[in-house]
């Protein structure tokens, strides 16, 4: 039975540490641990409603050279 969960973990490192992350966020061990899980558990669903309000929104950005030198500053001139 190791054997196999050593060459499952070997071959897919990446799915193995996601996996060890999640089950580490789902089983917090001090208050501390428990506050940051549930902030960033907030912060996730307000990006995604923010993705979803975006993706469904019926006006599309508009973004000019005059918006991005307002941001970034005038550009350079050689």
Do not use: Q, T
């Amino acid at each position: 039975m190791s054997a196999d969960r050593d060459r499952l973990e070997s071959s897919r490192p990446l799915l193995s540490s996601l996996a060890a992350f999640a089950g580490a966020a789902f089983r917090p061990r001090g208050m501390l641990a428990r506050a940051i899980v549930i902030v960033l558990a907030l912060k996730l669903i307000a990006v995604a409603g923010m993705a979803v309000f975006a993706h469904f929104s019926d006006r599309s950005a508009s973004i000019d050279a005059a918006a991005v030198e307002r941001l970034i500053g005038p550009a350079a001139r050689p």
